[in-house]
């Protein structure tokens, strides 16, 4: 057996046509703010597929860049005035902050309506209790839209095994899964690193998202014959033709699992295309479908 790859640019291409139809029709091009403490060459890149991203909608992407060693109250005070600017629709703060310095009282300054990547509690608390309002954590919301794409995908009524228990993918995307509605319905299972026996609870799985952030952690023999496995993972790695990217999912995966997302082409390309979305949203509220 050899997986259908689960590919992610057919979806990214749908979302992307409903957040030009909406900006189309907006008084003014949505903006996205990033916040960013210091300079980092990974976050960079990042940063810089964002502004073509937004470029290529007819949005607009702009950096508020802080210095690393700023303090806390100097943050939060940052944080507040950009979130209380009319001209910019969406807020992200760009994490892990540098030590010392309090995620939670960081986010928490971004205004909910703004908060388009899901980071502060109060966007947390909308997702838990099956708000579907554009203010997901974007990763999840990726996985979500994947697995909404396919009806052989849909996790309603299968058991899915999420690994990983981050803020921003694991323990958001169990809640979006359980969730009533198109890409819930879902009996899921929340595991860890520290799982003891990982293999033993992800051979039961229909559906596994691979999301611990430990390099082809799921082997071939913790899947199950059949079994859709999505992988969340990013890592750098060299190959025989240069720098490349490889997940969380082991390649061996490929020859057991029925349906796998490709690294890269899969998880990531909606990931952008669903924060896109949540700009656009953020700037016209009100005018496309409710969604994560």
């Not at 502060?120 to 608390?125: F, L, T």
Request: glycine share 10%; aromatic share 2%.
């Amino acid at each position: 057996m050899t997986a259908e790859l689960i590919r992610g640019a057919p979806v990214a291409k749908l979302i992307r046509r409903q957040v030009e139809a909406t900006v189309a029709g907006a008084s003014r091009p949505p903006c996205l703010l990033n916040v960013v403490l210091g300079q980092r060459g990974d976050q960079a890149a990042y940063l810089s597929a964002l502004d073509r991203a937004a470029a290529r909608r007819g949005m607009t992407s702009r950096r508020l860049e802080l210095p690393e060693d700023l303090n806390q109250a100097a943050l939060c005070e940052a944080v507040t005035e950009a979130g209380a600017d009319p001209g910019v629709d969406g807020l992200m703060i760009q994490l892990p902050l540098p030590k010392g310095l309090d995620r939670q009282a960081v986010t928490a300054c971004v205004p909910a309506a703004k908060d388009v990547d899901g980071a502060s509690w109060q966007s947390m608390g909308a997702v838990l209790s099956g708000a579907r309002r554009h203010t997901a954590p974007a990763t999840a919301a990726a996985v979500v839209e994947l697995l909404s794409s396919d009806e052989r995908l849909h996790p309603a009524g299968r058991h899915v095994v999420v690994v990983g228990r981050s803020l921003v993918v694991g323990r958001p995307l169990a809640a979006m899964l359980v969730s009533r509605g198109l890409g819930g319905d879902a009996t899921v299972t929340t595991c860890h690193t520290r799982t003891p026996d990982l293999a033993a609870e992800t051979r039961r799985a229909d559906i596994i998202v691979a999301a611990a952030g430990v390099k082809h952690l799921l082997s071939a023999d913790m899947v199950s014959p059949g079994a859709i496995v999505i992988d969340v993972g990013t890592h750098a790695i060299e190959t025989d033709d240069g720098p490349g990217l490889t997940g969380d999912v082991h390649p061996d995966v490929a020859e057991v699992a029925g349906f796998l997302t490709p690294v890269p082409g899969g998880v990531g390309t909606v990931t952008t295309a669903i924060l896109m979305r949540h700009v656009a949203a953020a700037a016209c509220p009100g005018v496309m479908d409710p969604a994560w």
